[in-house]
């Protein structure tokens, strides 16, 4: 067994490193204030190949391995959260998924650009549709419709919160095209913004992950073409859920990232602010707080890594994808709120940081499949 990363997996962390430091933190605390989506950042992921990391070469990806992905998505997250699910999913769930089962000319005309993040120089990333006023959890349930018209879909229904909702170019939309089959029956189409009947609502006011653009989309009979579905009829279930399970790699090394720059932050402070005549890391309470920190979260990483190993060499990595997900998720939230506890009345306000990863790490709790519902998974898993 091999604890040790390639040059090239290091190459990549201390790229996604100086990255996060250098562009994501300046102005990270106003992004979030204001909810300023961060194009400017997602443009410069794209430069550096972060918006396609695992597709192939031959459709405008980097080419990379998914414990690339995790590291870079750690350091990302450890500063901006907002920045780093909009990598996430165009990552994990559209390019994925898109790759994986697309058609070459669904490829051609969609996987390369999303890969690239841009087209004729503008920004150009995608979005994942499942979840519905009252399909979250319940992803079976789909309302949102698409009668088939024989050449083509009549799309119908509304989405809720979707990540990159405002500013995705095409989106994944999942939808029930025969109800008397259940899952069966729904289908996965690709969709772009800009065709007539597509609407998008007012962005949401989020606890977290603010700069993120979470919006509902609502489709009035918008015509998809036949060509545009992926897989065979009533495959869209099975996407979503083979798709989800890559995703929950993403979240979860998402929600690492935030525990460990939860643990950064403390140690950093520790080192210098004095109670009691003495630097506080001297104080025993509080280095506790940081060995049990660096304990969870190490113990994070290694449950990411060992999911996205096993994905990258062929495995069954659904349990490992949820557990990663579940515990990283946890560990996130628990983390950031000793973060806010080890830094006082400091860790309350906005200047510090902390406050922030602690609004930022709830979502991953629900997001991409509730802890609930890892759960469910995990449990299915080992009672077979």
């Known amino acids: 067994m091999q604890f040790q990363l390639s040059e090239e997996q290091l190459m990549i962390q201390q790229a996604a490193r100086d990255f996060a430091r250098q562009q994501c933190l300046p102005g990270v605390i106003e992004r979030d204030e204001k909810q300023q989506f961060p194009k400017e950042q997602i443009l410069q992921l794209a430069d550096l190949g972060f918006m396609g990391m695992m597709v192939d070469p031959a459709y405008g990806g980097a080419g990379l391995d998914t414990v690339s992905y995790v590291l870079a998505m750690e350091e990302i997250s450890k500063v901006d959260a907002s920045t780093s699910v909009c990598m996430s999913v165009n990552n994990s769930l559209v390019c994925y998924g898109l790759q994986e089962f697309g058609t070459e000319q669904q490829k051609q005309q969609y996987l390369t650009p999303l890969a690239r993040g841009k087209k004729d120089n503008d920004l150009y990333i995608g979005a994942f549709m499942l979840s519905e006023p009252e399909a979250g959890s319940d992803a079976t349930s789909q309302r949102t419709t698409a009668e088939d ?22 989106y994944l939309v999942m939808a029930q095209t025969d109800p008397s089959k259940g899952s069966r029956g729904i289908n996965c189409l690709i969709v ?23 919006h509902t989309v609502m489709f009035n009979d918008v015509k998809v073409p036949k060509e545009n579905r992926i897989g065979a009829d009533g495959f869209g279930f099975t996407f979503a859920m083979k798709t989800l399970a890559g995703g929950r790699i993403g979240i979860a090394a998402q929600a690492l990232g935030i525990a460990s720059g939860s643990l950064e932050f403390s140690t950093a402070y520790a080192k210098t602010r004095k109670a009691f005549g003495t630097e506080i890391m001297n104080h025993q309470i509080i280095a506790f707080k940081l060995a049990d920190m660096a304990t969870r979260v190490d113990a994070a990483r290694l449950l990411c890594l060992k999911a996205a190993w096993q994905k990258d060499n062929g495995q069954d990595y659904t349990i490992s994808s949820s557990m990663a997900k579940v515990f990283s998720s946890e560990t996130a939230m628990w983390a950031s709120t000793e973060a806010v506890q080890i830094h006082g009345g400091y860790g309350y306000v906005k200047e510090y940081h902390v406050e922030r990863l602690m609004r930022d790490a709830k979502i991953t709790q629900i997001y991409e499949g509730t802890s ?10 080992i009672l077979k």
Not at 149 to 166: A, E, P, S
Not at 198 to 210: C, D, F, L, T
Not at 372 to 381: A, K, L, P
């Open 192 to 214: 772009e913004k800009n065709w007539p009947g597509v609407v998008v609502a007012a962005k949401e006011n989020k606890m977290g992950i603010r700069a993120s653009d979470t």
């Open 149 to 170: 018209k024989g050449d083509y879909y009549l799309l119908n229904g509304t989405k809720n919160w979707i990540t990159n909702g405002g500013t995705a170019s095409v």
């Open 372 to 381: 609930e519902v890892q759960r469910i998974v995990i449990s299915r898993g």
